[in-house]
């Protein structure tokens, strides 16, 4: 089992209903506040058991600016233990490697 770490901004309305859509009750959510003491986030822990189709389509959807039908996302990154891995200017191959890298990086720490 892996933990796919997600942070967006607190008043993230469309990918928090995506989220609920796509992952249900399987998630974990933590309020964050930033170093300024002002923006808050929220971590989302979202289980999985490995990468699928359905997992990087909804990454390169929401994440990125190619996949995403807006021209400017809110403030989106997957969370891992070196820090935030913005995705916002990769096309769907790229993520799909980060994505690998990333649960492959969750075996070796263990």
């Given at each position: 089992m892996y933990n796919l770490v997600i942070s967006l901004e607190q008043n993230d309305?469309?990918?928090k209903e995506a989220l609920d859509k796509n992952f249900g009750k399987n998630l974990k959510y933590q309020n964050i506040k930033n170093f300024d003491g002002?923006?808050?986030f929220i971590n989302v822990i979202?289980?999985?058991?490995?990468?699928?189709v359905q997992i990087v389509d909804f990454i390169y959807t929401h994440f990125t600016k190619k996949g995403s039908a807006k021209k400017e996302l809110p403030k989106r990154a997957?969370?891992?233990?070196?820090?935030?891995?913005g995705l916002e200017n990769y096309d769907a191959e790229e993520v799909q490697l980060i994505l690998e890298n990333y649960l492959k990086n969750q075996i070796n720490e263990k």
């Open positions: 309305f469309e990918l002002l923006s808050f979202i289980p999985i058991s490995g990468l699928t997957l969370i891992s233990k070196d820090g935030i891995i």
